[in-house]
């Protein structure tokens, strides 16, 4: 069983991740520190240095890498569906499941973590409020391609609903 969770930044992919392998007993990769030890740096060091288009470049490369593993779950960049035809992609090659978060709750958890995403690095509070409503409704028919949906404003509950979804 490959599971993809996608979602918006912050919205909890590599925390309910963690707790959704270790659940299962199987693999956890987070694609973005893949990318890392494939490229040899950081994500921040990868768009400061040679774009972003280098960067999504390297993230297709990476889900074609780790397509052929058959037990992980694998948590996304939050813009990894969105590029390219990663969202078809990943319908095919797994179990897509989306992490959805309101803006406000989004703001909450990203606030003092912007130093650590190159896109919101430079944002000021009320320019990052606004960054995230306006990418979020971007995204979300997107995010909405997801085989599932669950509420993520809860680690432990997302984890929850997850595992009730597979028994199905």
Do not use: W
């Amino acid at each position: 069983m490959k599971i993809f969770l996608i979602g918006f930044m912050g919205s909890g992919k590599t925390s309910v991740g963690k707790k959704l392998a270790k659940y299962l007993d199987i693999e956890f990769v987070d694609l973005d520190h893949f990318i890392e030890a494939q490229a040899g740096m950081s994500i921040n060091a990868i768009f400061d240095g040679q774009g972003e288009q280098t960067f999504r470049n390297l993230e297709k490369d990476a889900l074609k890498k780790l397509s052929g593993k058959e037990n992980a779950v694998i948590a996304t960049g939050g813009g990894t569906p969105c590029f390219e035809d990663n969202m078809n992609f990943l319908n095919e090659h797994g179990l897509t499941i989306y992490l959805k978060l309101e803006p406000g709750a989004l703001f909450e958890r990203l606030v003092n973590a912007k130093t650590d995403r190159p896109l919101l690095k430079n944002l000021n509070d009320q320019e990052l409020k606004d960054y995230l409503e306006k990418k979020l409704a971007e995204r979300s028919r997107i995010y909405d391609l997801a085989q599932h949906t669950v509420e993520a404003a809860h680690i432990t509950n997302a984890v929850k609903s997850i595992h009730r979804l597979l028994k199905r």
